[in-house]
């Protein structure tokens, strides 16, 4: 057989010495694409790369941190699993607990996540529990769960889930030859800046492998830029947000777990973490999907808006090499593809089945 990518924990073994000796649970995740955006690079004047991680097994880097998760649980002989969930979470927990044969339980604040990530979960045959309170209340229930009852939590304060998720990180930089100048990427619980930031380190310095130290592959480190949902924005305001709002509901997470770790990433970096509103975000979308062919859900954008908005206040180093994570796929949530610039929805032209008619339609002579 010819080559195919084996997933992340096979692909990069070496570099993950904790899962040494776990059994692999894999749906072969990762080995995504990292796509030149030749419009995006116009626009703010700087060499822009889109790591398009709608692409992994369930359409999300979820899944990164959950093979590493679910391969430790499986490890200790977890028979169920369980997650608090803005949506993303529950689909890759649900169809890796399947692959593992484990049973998984989500809990997801009601009415706030979006349909394809609903029936990804109630597809992989995960019991869904869905909570009247936001994703930091499901949160809090979930790790008093698994406190008191045998169930392994998933959520990304699994530190397994981070070691995973490093390895987007290991692939650019592969890709590229060298780290770039800039990294963008959206911010919600918070896990996937720490963990790529985790993975820009250890590509930097020369780390203990499993085999030994392994020698530093990148020259350098990127500034890490990430991006919250102005209506949830808890690390630029300072203070956890109580009702956090935004279209992203991916991203609609007032108290994030990893907040010191993102602020460490922020300010060891030299980066930045800023809020952008639903309007940039939902401006963002279309030019990923109508400019570059890259279609991604709302929260994904956000990682493209703070990279304009940054530009439009000056700050985009001319030439820099600038990677933005996109970080979940467009069918997840695609109603928001089906909204003029203006608000107003979309509609279908209708015709009747005759060239003429198309023809006529499409304004061809
Ligand atoms: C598409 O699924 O928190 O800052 O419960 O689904 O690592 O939380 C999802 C988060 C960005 C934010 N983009 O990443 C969940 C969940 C998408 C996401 C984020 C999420 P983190």
């Known amino acids: 057989m010819a080559h195919q990518w ?14 040494a000796g776990a059994p692999v649970v894999t749906l072969n995740e990762g080995g995504t694409p990292l796509i030149q955006a030749e419009r995006l690079s116009a626009m703010v004047g700087a060499q822009v790369w889109i790591k398009y991680e709608g692409l992994n097994p369930t359409g999300s880097f979820k899944d990164r941190g959950m093979t590493t998760a679910i391969s430790v649980a499986a490890q200790k002989g977890a028979k169920a699993v369980i997650c608090a969930s ?15 044969g484990m049973t998984c339980a989500v809990l ?8 394809g990530k609903l029936s990804q979960a109630i597809a992989h045959g995960a019991t869904l529990l869905q909570v009247d309170g936001n994703f930091d209340a499901c949160l809090e229930v979930a790790r008093k769960l698994a406190e008191s009852y045998p169930v392994e939590l998933v959520n990304s304060v699994n530190p ?3 070691e995973g998720q490093k390895t ?14 800039i990294h963008c990427l959206p911010v919600g619980n918070a896990g996937n800046i720490t963990a790529y930031w985790r993975g820009y380190r250890e590509y930097a310095t020369e780390t203990e492998g499993t085999g030994g130290p392994l020698p530093a592959v990148a020259t350098k480190t990127p500034q890490m830029w990430g991006f919250q949902a102005a209506g949830s924005a808890p690390i630029v305001a300072g203070h956890p947000i109580d009702d956090p709002e935004t279209i992203a509901t991916a991203i609609r997470i007032g108290n994030p777990a990893s907040w010191q770790q993102a602020e460490t990433a922020r300010d ?4 930045r973490i800023e809020a952008v509103s639903d309007a940039q975000i939902l401006a963002a979308h279309r030019i990923l999907s109508a400019e570059e062919g890259i279609f991604v859900e709302p929260a994904s954008a956000a990682s493209v808006a703070g990279l304009l908005q940054v530009h439009e206040a000056g700050g985009v180093p001319e030439g820099a090499t600038i990677v933005c994570t996109v970080t979940g796929h467009g069918l ?13 929805d979309i509609e279908p032209v209708k015709i009747s089945a005759e060239a003429y008619a198309a023809a006529s339609e499409l304004g061809l002579q």
């Open 6 to 19: 084996r997933g992340v924990i096979r692909e990069y073994a070496e570099r993950l010495p904790t899962l």
């Open 86 to 100: 803005t949506g993303n979470t529950s689909a890759s927990a649900a169809a890796y607990a399947t692959k593992a």
């Open 108 to 115: 997801v604040p009601e009415g706030k996540i979006a349909m």
């Open 160 to 162: 397994a889930r981070i």
């Open 168 to 181: 987007a990180s290991f692939e650019i930089v592969d890709a590229l030859g060298d780290a770039p100048d």
């Open 268 to 271: 060891d970096s030299g980066g």
């Open 332 to 344: 997840k949530d695609p109603q928001w593809a089906l909204r003029g610039a203006d608000g107003s």
